[in-house]
């Protein structure tokens, strides 16, 4: 465990190999749901759903390597549920856009945020945002995913005349959505 030590600077940081094996299998528990919503979602828009796992898998996998080999710091990178909403619900379904164009997109939007990040003004970007605005668009995104996922279990829907209404649950994937908050409710 030497050559871990030395490169992690184990004891330095107070922590143990077991330690830090017991939080990679927490977090990787934790993140597990990407690989099975993430896919869900981007199907939608079109997108083959055994590529994206695959993409989903093996980008998560050499992100977090790069990560914590590279920048030695102890995070897992995977991608994020709710720009993943955005491109199937917002561009592709919302605009119209076929899902490889937006694609085409986020790549360019990657390169971007790549030269933005090397030549530092992405900080300096970042900085310029209040906090307030920061707090905002937070509480939009998971505003979003509720509202997602809330169509989804069938206890939301559009209305005419109306942004949208709750549900009658006669449904049964509604029923089981209920029991499924109900029981982790008491946890």
């Known amino acids: 465990m030497g050559a871990l030590e030395r490169w992690f600077h184990l004891q330095e940081r107070g922590t143990t190999v077991a330690t830090e094996l017991r939080a990679g299998v927490t977090t990787f528990l934790t993140m597990a749901y990407i690989l099975l919503v993430n896919p869900q979602i981007l199907a939608e828009a079109g997108m083959p759903a055994e590529d994206v796992v695959f993409a989903t898998a093996v980008g ?17 990178l995977a991608p994020g549920m709710g720009i993943n909403a955005y491109f199937t619900y ?8 076929d899902w490889r164009v937006a694609l085409t ?41 509720a509202l997602i996922g809330l169509r989804t279990r069938g206890w939301w829907w559009r209305a005419p005349r109306r942004w949208c209404r709750w549900a009658t649950c006669t449904r049964a994937v509604c029923s089981w959505g209920w029991r499924g908050c109900s029981s982790s409710a008491r946890w």
Not at 60 to 76: D, E, K, L, Q, R
Not at 110 to 115: A, K, Q, R, T
């Open 105 to 145: 997109a986020v790549f360019a939007e990657g390169l971007l945020f790549l030269v933005l990040s090397v030549g530092g003004v992405r900080t300096l970007l970042i900085n310029a945002i209040p906090q307030s605005l920061k707090l905002a668009t937070t509480t939009g995104i998971g505003l979003f995913l």
């Open 60 to 76: 998560s996998a050499v992100a977090t390597f790069i990560m914590g080999v590279y920048a030695n710091f102890p995070f897992a």
């Open 90 to 97: 917002g561009i592709v379904k919302g605009l119209g856009v």
